[in-house]
């Protein structure tokens, strides 16, 4: 749209015709206060704070309800205006508590700060002030009624913003209170939403109320260890007796690719990192049972008993006899760590994790075909999206939120293919409901395939489309331009290349493939796979990693499901698992292992661990630095934010371990300088080649890290040698998130179907950490069935 | 049923079937009804408008806004649906005027607001009336199930091939729900809060659709002015104020009641001649001329013709022509105090000021006149008002805030002497109670 040009304070400013006055002053740096305006939501004039003077009317209008006009001229801050603002807080301050030294909002607090900037301090009211028994809604969501100023961004963001409606306003007048859907009490999604957009301390979050001062805390920016959207939570923290603990998560950093939005995990679901039964020191199996240890002791028994199965077997198996497992939920530095010693030190190919997507099909299909994949921004923005499979209200809350926001704020089209009648529905403008596991017929049906038309049609659903439905549904979809296109774990290998070819009929179509956690990607792109290596290389063709990494195991190794067969033959002698379950995940029976030699890395006693001969305390993604790369491929900092005294980062024991089986540590993590950061291949050194890796260091000014415990060490050699992963270091580490190009890694392979185990997380599970989380299991919604709540 | 008044300075136009029996659909034909509407059915529809403009009728509902320009700022064309809906949510103390309409002459809104539908092309009109006139929504329900009866609505009315449906819907009582924003919020099953604008409901109002909002007694003057000419009515009054409007005189008055007379009407004639005067020999404090929003006037002041623009000028409003006539008894801080219980109890709550600067005024005012008034108070009762007035989100802050200023203003010394600690001399001297208790 053209721009207009206005005066704001004697001030020439420029901005396109239909900006908010309000918003074109911000964009000038002037700021206009205000409590029920917020970006993104329906429009109030409630507060009458961001009132200002506008020549030639009559009467102080409001900047949030005032769209500019050309040579507008507008006062913001003079004499009038700084009145009805000071009479305003006045007023509101007549009613509102003057708790402030015990409120949660104390000192992040927007009425504090308005009456701080107009200097209502005095009360002209000697009358009491209005009073209304506090709430609680929900094991995380308190009301402090006399303290609400009824902005109504609470009632917006939840009905609005989440699809949830469960906010509402009741009685008139100065009893105009909001209330809860149910009475007395909450029914929603307890995102949490209400709380953060509270200007003022009358939402209140259960897990952080009345435990600390703002002040009092450290607040650090990093990522989510939940779900696989990756949204940066910020977490503040405190020190306790135990080391840091973490006492708040909330979004007040929108830099992230969430901006405002959190859900229940996101934003509570950080006190398993304080659960009583954390583990905080190693157990060594002495006499059958589990007891405590030295680290030192464990390390050397690991170490030990590492490098003998290894050796003994080598002549015939080499280090086949060795399992390893890795995490959804460690970092990137230690996954592609992991893959490394696994197959350097342990000399073992047999690597897995808990597949929850087809990443890998993802690569083989884009092989060579960049910019295909979408970013978790570029949902909020794409004309149109279609949604394969998949609940994102349970599963991607972000994505949700994401492509809820489109919808409503930029009129995207969703289409919605699915088995189920999930709750995007309400938002898409085409909603075909398949048969369950009929999502791949779906695929192959808008590539073109009319037989599979009929496999479509559920007459079990009420809502049942017709033949010309789905047709129609068909010839909208085809004919979106630029539409990002997500699926779930219901389409895998084959399937997923047959939709990335239709993809590829439609102009600028991007793809999202959907795993469940907060590392899957990443894990994936690691090489935590039997068959494949960091980048989707192929072992077959491993001749990068060959130079890179030395002699390497040729054949490929044995999968999740194919190392149980191996330990039920006896035929695995050790299993290695870092911060996975598959035991209590993957109900594999425990028996199966009482043969070999079984290490855990975890916080807690996990099935898992229950059955292992040396268990070590881990510490989590908030106790640690790292990166993880999202569902989308986005590529993000994780920032230690807390620790727990004597947990270590998987990191760390990784590397403890290799040494204590008498490896280079060196040729493991290049730390160090000169010819030593060559990681042992040695080459560099004694050929009189180059060092490749210090000449990379030197190339991008990058200092050679100083430890062997410093994951940015790693960090070096992925955005070295794994593909898509050279992004802007500099950009990395100031919290920004970067897509990653997954068309240049390697060939990849298409992987057995059946060893992808969706999570089935929902809002209120996150597979261990859920567990041992208080607040995911205490929320009522935990129990109920079906969440879901009516729309308005 | 209310007892009718009459004065022989009355002319009757909108009251021409008082008492009449004209509730009876037949009756109401016997007495020109349904005329106008025929004549309009032959009538382009600029030429409505242009009839309306020209007769210098203005909203009745207080803001006195030129009704045949508002008509006029609907769009011809329109893909939603455009509607015509009649403001029956008389709640202003001091105002019964819609009562009567309602109660005596149903038929004159129906026609009316199919006369308007006409006019802005609609086919939907709504009738709202207040949630406390209950038993007056039972003679509009009757008069509307007669109308359909004869063909007057519906499909093809008269003949003409023109379809055109009537509804009424009751309030749920709030007085905020007057203010026409509110009410289509209200019309559409939502709290009764008012709308943001622009976009203004001639453009975007009910359900989204181009919508036409007229007090009632506004659409119960149109009828009469397509048949008697813009000419005719417009001469009735003064200048820019055409013809007749109710006033309804109460309070310290020997015949209170709802008069009609032309625009312009002298307001001290109006107190002493057609009221009557105050009773039992005492004399006139003040007068608020147009509702309880309006600002009050002093003895001094009533010398004054009662159109919109001749008491701007007096620094007050027509308002809604509701008269309120205050005697030498009456303690003018109680008034006050009565007048800002209504304010606060009907505030919507949506915005700061009006919500916490009405309750303010009143828990104020509450003490000040139980006799714990402090002298600050005085002013910050003024502070209050006047940092009200033109910041509220719709002008029911700003019908709270006028009033209160001007008792201040005006009766300063009578808020002092109600200080340390006095009781209210008004009391004390066992007066009667204030009107509008």
């Keep these: 749209m053209a721009d207009v040009t206005l005066t704001v304070d004697d001030k020439k400013i420029t901005a396109p015709a239909g900006t908010l006055l309000i918003e074109a002053c911000k964009s000038v740096g002037i700021e206009i206060p205000s409590f029920c305006y917020y970006p993104g939501l329906s429009l109030q004039g409630a507060c009458r704070m961001c009132v200002v003077k506008i020549e030639k009317m009559p009467k102080l209008q409001t900047a949030c309800t005032t769209v500019v006009t050309e040579g507008m001229i507008v006062a913001t801050d003079n004499d009038e205006v700084r009145q009805a603002r000071k009479a305003m807080v006045e007023m509101l301050l007549g009613n509102h508590p003057l708790d402030c030294p015990v409120c949660d909002a104390g000192g992040e607090c927007e009425l504090q700060d308005m009456a701080f900037s107009y200097g209502a301090s005095e009360s002209k009211f000697i009358e009491a002030k209005n009073h209304k028994e506090e709430q609680q809604w929900s094991p995380v969501v308190y009301f402090d009624r006399p303290r609400c100023?009824?902005?109504?961004?609470?009632?917006?963001?939840?009905?609005?913003?989440?699809?949830?409606?469960?906010?509402?306003?009741?009685?008139?007048?100065?009893?105009?209170?909001i209330a809860p859907n149910e009475k007395d009490h909450l029914e929603c999604e307890e995102c949490g939403m209400c709380i953060d957009i509270c200007p003022v301390g009358a939402l209140t979050s259960g897990a952080y109320r009345y435990k600390t001062r703002p002040w009092e805390m450290n607040h650090v920016g990093t990522i989510c260890t939940h779900c696989g959207d990756g949204c940066k939570t910020t977490l503040g923290v405190r020190r306790c007796d135990t080391g840091m603990e973490i006492v708040r998560g909330d979004n007040r950093d929108k830099s992230g690719i969430n901006n405002d939005f959190l859900c229940i995990k996101g934003r509570y679901a950080f006190d398993f990192a304080h659960h009583k039964e954390r583990l905080t020191q190693p157990l060594i199996r002495k006499n059958g049972k589990l007891t405590p240890a030295t680290w030192e002791e464990a390390f050397e028994l690991i170490g030990k008993r590492f490098r003998e199965i290894r050796d003994e077997v080598r002549d015939h198996d080499g280090g086949s006899a060795i399992g390893v497992i890795g995490s959804n939920r460690t970092t990137n530095e230690e996954n592609y760590l992991l893959s490394k010693f696994a197959r350097v030190v342990l000399k073992t190919n047999n690597v897995d994790h808990h597949r929850t997507a087809d990443?890998?099909?993802?690569?083989?299909?884009?092989?060579?075909?960049?910019?295909?994949?979408?970013?978790?921004?570029?949902?909020?923005?794409?004309?149109?999206?279609?949604?394969?499979?998949?609940?994102?209200?349970?599963?991607?809350?972000?994505?949700?939120?994401?492509?809820?926001?489109?919808?409503?704020?930029?009129?995207?089209?969703?289409y919605v293919i699915n088995s189920a009648p999930i709750k995007l529905r309400r938002q898409a403008a085409g909603f075909g409901m398949v048969p369950a596991g009929?999502?791949?017929?779906?695929?192959?049906?808008?590539?073109?395939?009319?037989?599979?038309?009929?496999?479509?049609?559920?007459?079990?659903?009420?809502?049942?489309?017709?033949?010309?439905?789905?047709?129609?549904?068909?010839?909208?979809?085809?004919?979106?331009?630029?539409?990002?296109?997500?699926?779930?774990?219901?389409?895998?290998?084959?399937?997923?290349?047959?939709?990335v070819s239709f993809a590829s009929t439609l102009t600028g179509a991007k793809l999202i493939c959907l795993?469940?956690?907060?590392?899957?990607?990443?894990?994936?792109?690691?090489?935590?796979?039997?068959?494949?290596?960091?980048?989707?290389?192929?072992?077959?063709?491993?001749?990068?990693?060959?130079?890179?990494?030395?002699?390497?195991?040729?054949?490929?190794?044995?999968?999740?499901?194919?190392?149980?067969?191996?330990?039920?033959?006896?035929?695995?002698?050790?299993?290695?698992?870092?911060?996975?379950?598959?035991?209590?995940?993957?109900?594999?029976?425990?028996?199966?292992?009482?043969?070999?030699f079984v290490v855990v890395q975890d916080m807690f006693l996990t099935e898992t661990a229950t059955i292992a001969d040396v268990v070590l305390p881990a510490a989590n993604a908030y106790e640690k630095t790292g990166t993880y790369t999202n569902t989308c491929g986005d590529l993000q900092l994780v920032k230690k934010a807390g620790e727990v005294t004597n947990t270590k980062p998987d990191f760390e024991m990784m590397v403890r371990i290799a040494d204590a089986m008498g490896s280079d540590v060196s040729g493991l993590v290049p730390f160090g300088s000169g010819t030593h950061s060559d990681m042992g291949q040695t080459r560099g050194a004694q050929s009189g080649e180059a060092d490749s890796h210090a000449v990379w260091l030197e190339a991008h000014n990058l200092e050679p890290k100083m430890t062997p415990f410093d994951p940015m060490a790693i960090l070096d050699e992925i955005q070295r040698v794994v593909a898509g992963y050279h992004v802007s270091r500099v950009n990395l580490l100031a919290g920004n998130d970067q897509h990653l190009e997954i068309a240049e890694s390697g060939a990849s392979a298409i992987q057995n179907p059946e060893l992808i185990v969706p999570a089935n997380d929902d809002l209120f599970s996150s597979g261990t950490l859920g567990r041992y989380s208080k607040t995911l299991n205490s929320v009522f919604e935990n129990k109920s069935a079906d969440a879901e709540v009516a729309a308005d | 049923m209310a007892s009718l008044v009459s004065h022989p300075d009355e002319v009757r136009v909108i009251s021409k079937r008082f008492g009449q029996g004209a509730t009876n659909i037949d009756r109401y034909l016997e007495l020109d009804g349904y005329k106008a509407v025929q004549k309009a059915l032959a009538m382009q529809p600029d030429a409505i408008i242009n009839e309306v403009k020209n007769s210098g009728l203005r909203g009745r509902g207080g803001a006195g806004f030129s009704t045949g320009m508002k008509w006029s700022f609907v769009p011809k064309q329109s893909a939603k649906p455009k509607y015509v809906l009649c403001n029956g949510d008389e709640s202003e103390p001091g105002t019964c005027k819609d009562r009567l309409i309602f109660e005596h002459d149903p038929h004159t809104v129906i026609e009316g607001a199919m006369i308007a539908a006409l006019a802005v092309g609609s086919h939907t009109a709504y009738i709202y009336i207040r949630g406390e006139y209950r038993y007056l929504s039972v003679i509009m329900q009757k008069a509307i199930k007669d109308a359909y009866a004869k063909g007057f609505l519906g499909k093809n009315i008269f003949g003409s091939g023109y379809d055109l449906d009537i509804y009424w819907h009751g309030g749920a009582g709030a007085y905020e729900v007057g203010e026409e924003s509110a009410l289509m919020e209200s019309l559409e099953g939502k709290r009764g809060i008012p709308r943001i604008r622009p976009p203004f409901?001639?453009?975007?109002?009910?359900?989204?659709?181009?919508?036409?909002?007229?007090?009632?007694?506004?659409?119960?003057?149109?009828?009469?002015?397509?048949?008697?000419?813009?000419?005719?009515?417009?001469?009735?009054?003064?200048?820019?104020?055409?013809?007749?409007?109710?006033?309804?005189?109460?309070?310290?008055?020997?015949?209170?009641?709802?008069?009609?007379?032309?625009?312009?009407?002298?307001?001290?004639?109006?107190?002493?001649?057609?009221?009557?005067?105050?009773?039992?020999?005492?004399?006139?404090?003040?007068?608020?001329?147009?509702?309880?929003?309006?600002?009050?006037l002093l003895p001094e002041e009533i010398d004054v013709p009662m159109d919109f623009d001749s008491l701007a000028k007096a620094g007050t409003m027509l308002g809604s022509g509701g008269v309120v006539v205050l005697d030498d008894t009456i303690c003018i801080v109680k008034f006050a105090l009565r007048t800002i219980k209504f304010y606060q109890h009907e505030s919507c709550g949506w915005c700061i000021p009006c919500r916490e600067g009405t309750d303010w005024l009143k828990k104020t005012l509450t003490r000040f006149h139980a006799g714990a008034g402090l002298k600050k108070d005085i002013d910050n009762i003024y502070y209050l008002a006047e940092n009200m007035l033109g910041k509220t989100f719709c002008p029911l802050g700003d019908a709270a805030a006028?009033?209160?200023?001007?008792?201040?203003?005006?009766?300063?010394?009578?808020?002092?002497?109600?200080?340390?600690?006095?009781?209210?001399?008004?009391?004390?001297?066992?007066?009667?109670?204030?009107?509008?208790?």
């Design chain 1, 438 to 499: 009929a999502e791949a017929k779906a695929v192959a049906f808008l590539a073109g395939d009319d037989s599979l038309l009929d496999s479509l049609l559920d007459s079990k659903a009420s809502d049942s489309m017709t033949r010309d439905a789905w047709i129609g549904l068909r010839d909208k979809i085809r004919a979106e331009q630029n539409m990002v296109i997500a699926f779930g774990s219901e389409l895998r290998g084959h399937d997923i290349e047959k939709l």
């Design chain 2, 201 to 296: 409901p001639a453009i975007v109002g009910l359900w989204g659709g181009p919508t036409v909002i007229n007090n009632a007694e506004t659409l119960a003057a149109v009828p009469h002015i397509i048949l008697g000419g813009a000419d005719w009515y417009a001469k009735l009054g003064t200048p820019k104020n055409g013809g007749t409007r109710l006033f309804c005189l109460s309070g310290n008055l020997n015949k209170p009641g709802v008069y009609e007379l032309p625009m312009g009407y002298n307001l001290q004639k109006m107190i002493y001649e057609v009221g009557g005067g105050i009773p039992n020999g005492r004399s006139l404090k003040a007068v608020v001329p147009g509702g309880s929003s309006t600002p009050v």
């Design chain 2, 402 to 437: 006028m009033p209160t200023m001007a008792f201040v203003k005006k009766f300063r010394k009578e808020f002092e002497d109600h200080l340390e600690g006095k009781p209210c001399p008004f009391e004390k001297a066992g007066a009667a109670e204030p009107v509008m208790a």
């Design chain 1, 359 to 414: 990443f890998p099909a993802l690569a083989a299909a884009l092989h060579g075909k960049p910019g295909k994949t979408a970013s978790m921004r570029e949902v909020l923005n794409a004309p149109a999206i279609l949604l394969l499979g998949n609940d994102p209200t349970n599963q991607h809350p972000l994505l949700a939120w994401q492509i809820r926001t489109n919808v409503r704020l930029r009129r995207a089209k969703l």
């Design chain 1, 515 to 596: 795993g469940d956690y907060a590392n899957s990607r990443g894990a994936s792109e690691m090489g935590l796979y039997p068959d494949l290596l960091p980048g989707y290389e192929p072992i077959a063709s491993a001749d990068k990693f060959q130079k890179e990494w030395g002699n390497l195991p040729a054949e490929k190794g044995l999968s999740l499901p194919e190392m149980v067969e191996a330990a039920k033959a006896g035929k695995l002698k050790a299993l290695y698992a870092v911060g996975s379950n598959p035991v209590g995940r993957l109900g594999i029976d425990p028996f199966v292992f009482s043969k070999s």
């Design chain 1, 149 to 177: 100023i009824l902005c109504y961004r609470c009632v917006r963001v939840c009905g609005e913003g989440m699809d949830v409606w469960a906010l509402g306003v009741q009685n008139r007048g100065v009893s105009s209170i």
